[in-house]
């Protein structure tokens, strides 16, 4: 069974604007919930996380939110920049289980 | 400090041949998933190692297995190969715990691209 799922393998946006990339859950008992982002030829790099007792975390351009009682958790790129053009992944983690759960990834393009 | 590294890069197997590959985690790291990336699927966890210890593992059949060292370095051992494993092997590190808290944020190699013919 998908626990995380990302229903948009692929988002184009301008570059300036705002890119949204979505992610849905099914397990209330994740704790933490992390974005990575993801260049060809290179493995995956850590972006920024959630813990499960919040509802939103900025860093720079980044905000991811957390909205549980939907089990959805979004990232926000502001502005977006072509350097931002990647594969990004969501993904979930529990405590104890030592095991993270990945959603399929979602292509964003931006447009120059 | 120098990050994961993954040997080798690329490989090629013919299916039923064996193959092993490595992982050296950042250093002090201590814990050592790995994972399978194919297109459309995702990132699908393999193992994870801590300490020597294999403290998970995913849906993968018994023909995948793994193991630490007393060093982190870990490996990876696919036996009897199919085309089907064809794909993307990630190995990420992670602190773990440390200093009374929770590291959860992994750090990930380049991968090997291995290819099953």
């Known amino acids: 069974d998908q626990q995380v799922k990302q229903n948009s393998p692929s988002l184009s946006v301008q570059e300036g604007r705002i890119s949204i990339l979505n992610c849905d859950y099914t397990?209330?008992?994740?704790?933490?919930f992390l974005w990575y982002k993801k260049y060809p030829a290179e493995g995956p790099t850590f972006l920024i996380s959630?813990?499960?007792?919040?509802d939103k975390n900025e860093d720079g351009r980044f905000t991811v939110f957390l909205n549980k009682s939907a089990k959805h958790l979004s990232l926000h790129i502001v502005p977006s920049q072509p350097g931002d053009s990647a594969v990004y992944f969501c993904?979930?983690?529990?405590?104890?289980?030592?095991?993270?759960?990945f959603g399929t990834g979602t292509r964003l393009k931006v447009l120059a | 400090k120098a990050g994961v590294t993954q040997t080798p890069r690329y490989l090629i197997k013919t299916r039923g041949q064996q193959v092993t590959l490595s992982c050296s985690p950042i250093?002090?790291?201590?814990?050592v998933s790995w994972y399978q990336q194919t297109p459309g699927q995702g990132l699908q966890f393999l193992f994870e190692?801590?300490?020597?210890?294999?403290?998970n593992k995913g849906n993968f059949p018994g023909r995948f297995s793994g193991r630490q060292f007393s060093n982190s370095r870990s490996e990876m051992n696919v036996s009897t190969l199919e085309l089907g494993d064809s794909a993307l092997y990630l190995c990420?590190?992670?602190?773990?715990?440390?200093?009374?808290?929770?590291?959860?944020?992994?750090?990930f190699g380049p991968g090997t691209r291995l290819t099953v013919t």
């Open positions: 990420a590190s992670s602190l773990a715990a440390s200093g009374g808290r929770t590291h959860y944020e992994q750090y």
């Open positions: 397990n209330s008992m994740f704790d933490y």
């Open positions: 959630i813990s499960s007792i919040k």
């Open positions: 993904a979930a983690w529990t405590s104890g289980t030592y095991k993270y759960i």
């Open positions: 250093s002090g790291h201590r814990s």
């Open positions: 190692y801590f300490s020597e210890t294999q403290r």
